[in-house]
């Protein structure tokens, strides 16, 4: 009877085929061979995937950029609409400030009028003979038969609310002769009254003249004074 070992076939055959392919490996040239294909593959896969990864940021990237313009655009266009704004109410702003120097402007002489008017009512006797004005500063000259009537007058105008200030008081004393008067006799001066001449400079702000009706003295003991019913003033 004839008996086969088939394990030992087969161990034999792989025994072989393992040693084949040991054979081929432990040579250099083969080896390095290897080594080659794989550090090519490796290589390859690396390239690959720096390839991909940089179109990936490549796209990415661009698709910020394409973002940043649109941003970029829309806030261009919000940007030269607040300066369109801001041109717009500094015009506006620029009117307003003209509208109030003009309401200044007109409102000065009535108010330096009206001024005028009120405290000459209050002081009795005094006669105002010339307004003079020279940029910011007013003169005003005249005459009273009291010096205190000067001073009361000087007085009134401080109640102005800033329309008047800095106020300089100059008087002098002169004689004039009463008109229509006859001399009591042949060669004798006609008869003369003492007056007192009066010059007062002041400071003029027309922009405070809104205020100034507020600020006037309406009674005899704001002012020390009694009101008149109408205004004295001299005529040449």
Known sequence: MIKINLLNSVTERQSGAVVAVDRRLASPTSRLAVMSIAAAALLAAVIG????????????????????????AELAVVIAEQRELEQKIANIDTRIEAIKRLRASQAG?????????????MV??????????????????GNSPDEQQVTQFGRSLEFSNGLF??????TSRAEIPIQNARPAATGVEAPKVAIVNFTIKTAYTPSKAAGSQNAMPTNASATGVIAQPAP???KN
């Open 232 to 234: 004295q003033i001299a």
């Open 109 to 121: 002489p009535s108010a330096v009028l009206d001024a005028m008017r009120e405290r000459i009512t």
């Open 49 to 72: 995937w720096d390839v991909i990864s940089s179109n990936m940021a490549l796209t990415d990237a661009k698709a910020q950029l394409e973002e940043q313009k649109r941003i970029e």
């Open 124 to 141: 009795p006797g005094l006669y105002l003979e010339s307004v003079e004005q020279t940029a910011d500063l007013l003169t005003f000259k």
């Open 165 to 170: 200030s800095n106020l300089n008081i100059e």
